[in-house]
């Protein structure tokens, strides 16, 4: 299954930059949270999780680390 980070917006909106990086199933529009993601937010590959300056989703990245493996060659 492939997955991709995905920005959520505050009250500003994208020009006031990212509140915090969800993650979402390839195909669908909520995060593994259940929180409904815009479609044009902004996206990362999920091997930028945890590395963001803005703050990651804790219930996503909890879900994900359940369904992702762990490659050791994607965290040198």
Known sequence: MLHQ???EY???GPSAGVKI???VREGEQAA????EIDP?????E???WGSTAELCCHTCGAVFLR???YLPAEHE
């Open 67 to 69: 369904e992702a493996p």
């Open 21 to 23: 990086w969800h993650m």
């Open 10 to 12: 505050g009250s500003g």
């Open 46 to 48: 999920p091997t930028d």
């Open 32 to 35: 593994m949270c259940g929180r």
């Open 5 to 7: 980070m995905r920005a």
């Open 40 to 44: 044009g937010a902004a996206a990362k």
